[in-house]
């Protein structure tokens, strides 16, 4: 069973891209299966920063293979743009396929997400106005566009053709002649990367190679799953894996959560555990708490023990990533929701929705810089106690702590999946 998910198990941004990066090193082909450039995964080697938003963050790290899955939605204006930043960090870009699959994000649906959140008014959803869910809106309606579709731009442009006809009645304006162009001179510049990534993934696996694949997005921002309708547009719990990579259940060994020691979220929707004043302004410039895709001030607030475990169940997580626990190190107290007072009856998310209090453990802080530790025993023994009380609550271990954003900045503890993967540089 050679596959490895890496998931978010909060709302995002939990720091999935330097998980990746770190066991991308012991793995023969990094795959993405949903979400597109809504996503912003960071990864930091020495004093250089990529952010990455389509291409698995396998990448940096020289991964034989780095696959846009099935599952996914892509901006090909954007992924040119990815590559050739990656390509000026010279960065090995060749061995990066898009899925034949995955569906296209084409400029009318970054027009109509915005257009839906300005209706939507107070109610906005906060999305990054990427196009998300139009595109997903269109995969399902069966009008979309898929990568492979490019190889055939006669064909593309007839189909453009008939979206633009529909779209007038919407409202929206499509040039076609510009489209149309724009879209030719991405496909050439895409065609050596679009492939069959579902025959390629089972050579690997066949050969005995070893599959990550990365999640995007958060178990709570699940369209399904998660605090609808403050929700992304896809599928980002770990059963939508194998669906948007294109392998079944039983290649899977084991699922690493990502959380980050405190909890964030940005855009709208229900945050129980969220601080305003001091606190949360101190973990947002501790932690550098700003959205790498629209640069936008993530809310802040204290882990909540109860939407992990809600997690932990709903992914089958096997082992816990927990990251930033430095961002904690100035605080006295580090609370943790256990429970919420209210709403007994209903169970997550809906319980959340109507307002729920969060009820608190106080764990005493450790006052102490953790960044340096690389072994458990290194780091404070509240810190200690801090992770051991998060896995009591979760009902899982916590295999890897991470304490800085630099890659070397990583605890790995005995048993964690695919430790032993080198830190030097890719
Ligand atoms: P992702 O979307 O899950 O990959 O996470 P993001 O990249 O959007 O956000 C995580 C942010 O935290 C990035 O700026 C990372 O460089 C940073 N980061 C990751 N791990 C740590 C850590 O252990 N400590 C600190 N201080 N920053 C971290
Ligand atoms: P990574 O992969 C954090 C949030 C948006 C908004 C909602 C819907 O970096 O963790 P969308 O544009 O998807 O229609 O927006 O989902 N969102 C994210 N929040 N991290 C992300 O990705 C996100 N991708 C979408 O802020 O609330
Ligand atoms: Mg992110």
């Known amino acids: 069973m050679p596959v490895t998910l890496v998931i978010g198990a909060q709302w995002g941004d ?34 250089k920063t990529y952010k990455l938003r ?24 954007q992924l040119v743009a990815e590559l050739d930043m990656l390509a000026f960090n010279g960065i090995e870009t060749s061995r990066v396929w898009l899925s034949d699959l995955a569906h296209l994000i084409l400029p009318y649906h970054v027009e109509l997400d915005r257009a839906a959140e300005r209706e939507r008014g107070k109610q906005a959803l906060g999305t990054t106005g990427n196009g998300i869910g139009p595109a997903y809106v269109d995969r399902v309606a069966r009008v979309g566009l ?14 453009l053709y008939e979206r633009a006809q529909a779209l007038r009645t919407q409202g929206v304006k499509v040039d076609l002649d510009v489209l149309g162009a724009e879209l030719e001179a991405h ?16 050579e690997v696996l066949e050969r005995g190679g070893r599959v990550v694949v990365e999640g995007a997005q958060g ?32 290649e899977v060994d084991c699922v690493v959560g990502v959380a980050k020691a405190y909890l964030t ?29 629209t640069g936008r001030p993530r809310r802040c607030g204290w882990l909540d023990a109860v939407a992990l475990r809600y997690a932990v ?93 630099e890659r070397s900045a990583l605890v790995v503890r005995p048993g964690a999946p695919l430790a032993g993967a080198a830190t030097a540089g890719p």
């Open 265 to 293: 979220r940005v855009g709208g929707g229900p945050f129980p555990t969220e601080l305003a004043g001091p606190q949360a302004d101190e973990l947002r410039s501790r932690g550098a708490e700003f959205g790498v895709v």
């Open 146 to 159: 898929r990568a492979g579709d490019l190889r055939d731009m006669r064909r593309t442009r007839r189909t």
């Open 187 to 202: 496909a050439q510049r895409l065609a050596p990367h679009i492939r069959d990534t579902v025959v390629l993934v089972h």
């Open 54 to 77: 389509m291409v698995p963050s396998g990448v940096v790290a020289g991964v034989e293979h780095c696959v846009i899955g099935p599952g996914t939605v892509v901006s090909p204006a």
């Open 219 to 250: 178990t709570l921002l699940d369209v399904g799953l998660g605090t609808y309708p403050y929700v992304t547009s896809s599928t980002t719990v770990a059963g939508g894996a194998g669906a948007g990579v294109g392998f079944g259940p039983r």
């Open 313 to 405: 169940r709903i992914n089958g997580i096997t082992h816990l990533a927990l990251t930033k626990l430095d961002v904690l190190d100035s605080f006295y107290e580090i609370p943790i929701c256990t429970d919420y007072a209210g709403n007994e009856h209903w169970a997550w998310p809906f319980r959340v929705e109507c307002g729920a209090t969060p009820v608190y453990e106080t764990h005493p802080g450790w006052l102490r810089p953790t960044v340096g530790a690389h072994a458990w025993d290194d780091l404070p023994f509240n810190a200690r106690q801090y992770i051991t009380a998060i896995e009591a609550r979760a009902g899982v271990a916590v295999s890897y702590i991470s304490v800085g954003a």
């Open 14 to 47: 939990e720091g999935k891209g330097r998980i990746v990066d770190y066991l991308a090193r012991q793995a023969h082909l990094v795959a993405r299966f949903g979400g597109g450039p809504n996503a912003g995964h960071t990864v930091r080697v020495g004093d």
